[in-house]
């Protein structure tokens, strides 16, 4: 079965404990406004132009049979409406400027790849990560990386926004060493307006593995002026005390590194001003989940 992923990302730090090899998956269902990785929103095949490697040669101009790319000279406009991405660009851009962000890969050989540092794993401890993107909206995919994964004794951790339905998340759990998600803001409405979705069946699905005994690590990024208050942390706090789940429970400090991949892409950042989170913020909540035993 194929996939369509945007990287696989070998030894991270950041996924999941130990050293850890990351499948990331393109397409998401929600539209998280502060999101550091809008590359994997569409779940199509997209055209990067990267400016500041950019020499302004316009060689992509002369090659580009479709009128993507503006005439004249100084810096390019692009017209990606228009183009089909057949990568002609990309093959001969002498800055290596424009890529086309998304790979087609079977299962088998994501898993191949992504196995390749098993030795670390079993020597340093680790193991795989599907993160992405959303992994559920190509569930069949992930089950079968999974499964090889599993069948090789290695760690599995998946990455979800769990808004997906009991019945998928159910179908992977015997995959599934670690469910990583997120809890981003507690009310549902304004989940909604800084994410696109309500979080009702998140924080349903939350409940559900816990209760199913699975092992699960809650993160809420702390965005300021968003949810960077007593309050909502607190809020959070309470509902996963109340599901008496295997959790550990983390704040992770919005940062604005991974910004320039909205204009590269072509897409707009509606958080443009926002600065990072300043670390005594996050020194003052973390408190509260350490109140709670998190
Ligand atoms: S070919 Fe590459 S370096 Fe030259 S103008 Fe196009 S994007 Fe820029
Ligand atoms: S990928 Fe093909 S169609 Fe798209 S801009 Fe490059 S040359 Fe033109």
Not at 37 to 52: F, Y
Not at 119 to 140: D, N, R, W, Y
Not at 178 to 201: Q, R
């Amino acid at each position: 079965m194929k996939g369509i992923i945007t990287a696989i990302q070998r030894m991270s730090i950041h996924d999941g404990p130990g050293l850890r090899s990351t499948l990331f998956m393109k397409g998401c269902n929600l539209r998280c406004r502060w999101c550091h990785n809008p590359e994997t929103w569409n779940p199509l095949k997209q055209l990067q132009h990267i400016p500041s490697r950019c020499m302004e040669c316009h060689t992509c101009q002369s090659v580009c049979r479709y009128d993507v790319f503006s005439s004249g000279e100084g810096p390019l406009e692009l017209d990606r409406k228009s183009c089909i991405l057949c990568g002609d660009c990309v093959e001969n851009c002498p800055g290596e400027a424009l890529s086309i962000v998304g790979r087609e890969i079977t299962a088998g050989d994501a898993a191949a790849e992504l196995l390749s540092d098993k030795v670390f794993f079993e020597t340093a401890g680790g193991g795989v990560t599907i993160s992405g993107g959303e992994p559920l909206l190509q569930a069949e995919f992930c089950r079968e990386v999974l499964e090889i994964c599993k069948n090789e004794d290695i760690h599995t951790a998946i990455e979800s926004n769990l808004t997906g339905s009991w019945q998928v998340i159910s179908g992977l759990s015997d995959y599934v060493d670690l469910w990583m998600c997120d809890l981003k803001i507690y009310d549902s409405a304004k989940h909604k307006e800084w994410t696109g979705a309500g979080n009702e069946i998140i924080k349903e699905n939350i409940a559900r593995l816990a209760m199913s005994g699975a092992v699960l690590t809650v993160r809420t990024p702390v965005i300021p002026g968003v949810n960077d208050d007593e309050n909502e942390i607190g809020k959070m706090c309470e509902f996963l005390s109340s599901v008496h789940g295997n959790i550990v429970y983390e704040l992770l400090p919005f940062h604005t590194l991974g910004f320039e991949k909205y204009g590269n892409l072509g897409m707009r950042n509606q958080v443009e001003g926002m600065k990072d989170l300043d670390t005594a913020v996050l020194e003052r909540l973390k408190r509260i989940p350490e109140q709670y035993g998190f």
